[in-house]
């Protein structure tokens, strides 16, 4: 608290000035008090309290360079005014100046340690220097001197949020509210922290009430968006995703949210332009540009899609491979191969792998000696493929190559389209022949005229613990055990069960008779060790029926009649409003309706799997 008289014997002249400019302050003109403190100042560049106070005045009128420049010059004057090292820091910490925030502050402290404000903002700057226990300890302090403060408790939450303990930060924000019930970014803050513990309805609750007290706040009205798609409530979320971009059209989240949403809400076009906002605000955003990728390729522009889709490399979440593992010298297209190693690298998806070795007999036309980097349960069956000449299992050590290629950066390498997709209508894969006749043994060969259909049958994608970012998605791709045999325990067929991954085998395993009560089921999951054994499996079999899945693309591959059951907001891989797959021609879709619901999917599958059987 400073005394508003003068600090040392000034001119008359001067303290008219100051004085003017003290009374102005205290009736909030801002803009007129720091033009009369500069008087004071420029009579006296050595006055203390109109240096400090044209500080203040000038923070308020949100002028921070030149409150900077005052309080530094006050600093100067009288280093023992504890007060202006503090509004020093809290200025240089709006600034972003975290490390030079953080040394004000400590001179504000080291001259009176008790002091609630300057200990809070040396807690959020150290927060933002990633210090997060330190910046802990000074919030627990200040809170110790000031226990009514909403925007303590606020950062004590921040800081317990990055501290992984989310049940403390959540107890924290609620205390910022019990104080502070409209604090907006507590009730912001709250609801992201809830949704990382996965707790989407509470989340919900707590942003329906930041709507309210914000209602022209766009990041509220996208926070709300968010909460609504983790319920899987599309329609609603698309609303407040769009809401957000017209209260504030510059806001190149809400545009990248927005098209996620219509992606998910089959609005592939309106996802295109959300996207085409987003990235004119912000260029290089990966995910808003892969987003855009699958929006084009849904719609079949591959020529659109390719380039935009090798943004995968830098995403945040979910990247192919990561950058370390990418060294070797790229292949473009443009390079001769004649006679080069060519070091083809599987992604995380086994069905990419299962797609795109499509390209190896060009590549082999082209002169390479292909290599191949996949998942070990891949090795046998594409170690078979004519023109591999190695595989390696992921992780292993890489032999000497001369160029590399991503599996899913061919089809830009060769510019494919719709129409020239490699191997569009044949089978490029085959079975090995002593898994063909292993599992013919099993099965027993019979004659396929006279025995019964054999259909396989896959529900589920299994569940991959490395990749969360899968896991909403995984969701809606899968259907339940119980569903399924439902409509599919159907008489004069048998069964094969290829499902494997767990939960689902697991599921399934020792109760076979229980889910099939009237047809037949067989279960060989066991002799699935790999997918050279699946691929000699399903040459005994008659068609598949699964959900969009690795087995499903191996079954394609293969030449086999793939019935593949498809969730509405559909793979890029399956374009839009056709039963047929142009990577694929023994496929066929059968496509899940808006309402999301799997008993009409399977009841269509169920009436054609009877007449098959006639």
Not at 107 to 119: H, K, Q, T, W
Not at 335 to 350: A, H, P, Q, V
Request: include cysteine; hydrophobic fraction near 40%; aromatic fraction near 8%.
């Amino acid at each position: 608290e400073l005394d508003y008289g003068m600090s040392r014997q000034d001119s008359s002249e001067s303290l008219q000035h100051f004085q003017k400019a003290v009374q102005r302050h205290q009736h909030g003109d801002f803009e007129a008090a720091v033009l009369c403190y500069q008087c004071a100042i420029a009579l006296d560049p050595q006055l203390r309290d109109a240096l400090y106070l044209c500080g203040l005045a000038a923070v308020s009128c949100r002028r921070a360079g030149l409150a900077e420049t005052l309080l530094r010059a006050t600093c100067r004057v009288d280093p023992a005014l504890r007060d202006a090292h503090g509004q020093l820091g809290a200025v240089l910490l709006g600034d972003g100046r975290s490390s030079e925030a953080l040394a004000s502050l400590d001179r504000s402290l080291a001259l009176e340690p008790a002091v609630a404000d300057a200990l809070a903002n040396r807690g959020v700057a150290l927060a933002e220097l990633q210090r997060v226990g330190a910046s802990f300890a000074c919030f627990a302090r200040a809170l110790r001197l000031q226990t009514d403060s909403a925007e303590l408790y606020f950062n004590r939450g921040n800081s317990l949020a990055r501290l992984q303990q989310h049940a403390e930060a959540v107890s924290a924000f609620d205390a910022a509210l019990c104080l502070q019930p409209t604090h907006l970014r507590a009730l912001q803050a709250k609801a992201a922290t809830l949704q990382l513990r996965a707790q989407h309805g509470a989340a919900l609750r707590s942003l329906m009430v930041a709507r309210v007290v914000s209602p022209q706040d766009a990041a509220a009205c996208n926070d709300l968006g968010i909460a609504l798609r983790a319920l899987q409530n599309g329609e609603a979320a698309y609303g407040c995703h769009l809401a957000a971009v017209i209260l504030r059209p510059e806001f190149p989240q809400a545009w990248s949210t927005l098209g996620l949403v219509c992606l998910e809400t089959m609005r592939s076009g309106e996802a295109i332009s959300a996207y085409d906002k987003a990235l004119v605000l912000r260029p290089e955003h990966a995910e808003s540009r892969v987003g855009r990728a699958i929006g084009h390729l849904r719609l079949g522009d591959y020529p659109a899609a390719w380039p935009d889709y090798e943004s995968r490399w830098q995403l945040t979440t979910s990247r192919p491979l990561t950058q370390s593992t990418v060294t070797g010298r790229r292949w473009s297209g443009r390079e001769s191969l004649s006679g080069k190693t060519l070091l083809l690298r599987g992604e995380k998806g086994l069905g990419d792998s299962i797609q795109m070795v499509r390209y190896v007999p060009w590549l082999v036309d082209r002169g390479a000696h292909v290599v191949l980097e996949i998942p070990a349960p891949l090795q046998r069956l594409l170690g078979a493929l004519s023109g591999v000449r190695q595989t390696i299992a992921q992780g292993q050590p890489l032999p000497p190559y001369d160029y590399e290629c991503p599996m899913m950066s061919l089809p830009l390498v060769f510019g494919t389209t719709l129409q020239t997709i490699p191997f569009g209508n044949q089978p490029y894969l085959q079975p090995l022949p002593q898994d063909v006749a292993y599992w013919a043994n099993r099965l027993g060969a019979g004659d396929a005229e006279r025995r019964r259909l054999r259909v396989g049958l896959v529900w589920n994608g299994g569940f991959r613990p490395d990749q969360p970012e899968l896991w909403e998605e995984n969701s809606r791709r899968n259907i339940p055990l119980a569903t399924y045999a439902r409509h599919l325990d159907i008489d004069d067929i048998d069964f094969i069960s290829l499902q494997k991954g767990d939960p689902a085998e697991s599921e399934l395993r020792g109760r076979e008779r229980e889910f099939w009560r009237r047809g037949g089921l067989v279960n060989p999951a066991a002799g699935l060790h790999d997918f050279a054994a699946t691929a000699g499996l399903i040459a005994n079999l008659d068609l598949l029926v699964s959900v969009d899945t690795s087995t499903a693309h191996l079954a394609a591959a293969l030449g086999k009649t793939t019935w593949i059951l498809n969730r509405y907001d559909t793979c890029w891989r399956w374009l839009l409003e056709r039963e047929d797959s142009p990577w694929y021609g023994s496929v066929r879709l059968y496509r899940q309706g808006a309402d999301r619901d799997w008993e009409p999917v399977l009841q269509r599958v169920a009436d054609d799997l009877r007449q098959l059987a006639k």
